[in-house]
């Protein structure tokens, strides 16, 4: 049986806010955040050089004691995008996003006890059956993610998500398993002498 290193990815949006630090940035009510110079290269390993496809697992939401009420049902009900990561075609379609590689849907959670302050913390987890395929990527890059409702409203035609803009939403922290797609192992290029048998053999089957 063959076994690989899998990888752990942990992004607490509580080292971030509006004002941008090393660790990234967040719009005023934590709907958007950003994480900068995510170092995969240093996140995969070895499995960085040696497979071109990766599946990437939400594992768990943390979400910590706040203060901070979220005044409808709808409200505390949402989405969870994540953008930055080359993620694999097909992947992932929405009506709204249509499709696009570089964003991709990767689980919903209630973020609140239906229009009450959340004075307690809680742990959302997921099964590892379900995950997201992405690319081998550039080494360092930002990556978003994004609460958006799961109810669309149409303007001018457009659909849009329904979310507001006056909540403040929890600090949460996103646990992933990174685990490499076997079949897409990127072979070694040739040294130079098996290059010059190949060469060779080609001249001799002419």
Not at 7 to 35: C, E, H, M, Q, R
Not at 103 to 121: A, D, E, L
């Amino acid at each position: 049986m063959q076994t690989v290193q899998s990888s752990i990815l942990v992004l607490y949006t509580s080292l971030l806010s509006a004002v941008p630090n090393k660790y990234g940035v967040t719009n005023a009510n934590f709907t958007d955040v950003t994480f900068t110079n995510v170092n995969m290269k240093q996140i995969l390993g070895d499995n960085f050089n040696k497979y071109y496809k990766f599946n990437l697992i939400l594992n768990s939401v943390a979400l910590p004691t706040t203060t901070a009420i979220i005044n409808t049902n709808n409200d505390c009900l949402v989405m969870l995008y994540m953008s930055g990561v080359n993620f694999d075609g097909g992947c992932c379609y929405s009506t709204i996003t249509g499709y696009n590689s570089s964003t991709s849907y990767i689980g919903s959670i209630r973020t609140s006890n239906r229009g009450t302050p959340v004075t307690f913390s809680d742990l959302i987890t997921f099964p590892p059956t379900f995950f997201n395929t992405f690319l081998r990527c550039e080494d360092m890059p930002d990556i978003t993610i994004s609460l958006r409702s799961p109810i669309a409203t149409l303007t001018g035609g457009v659909p849009t998500f329904l979310l507001p803009t006056t909540n403040l939403y929890p600090k949460l922290t996103y646990t992933f398993s990174i685990v490499p797609v076997l079949d897409t192992e990127i072979l070694p290029f040739p040294s130079q002498t098996e290059q010059s048998l190949v060469n060779k053999q080609r001249l001799f089957t002419k």
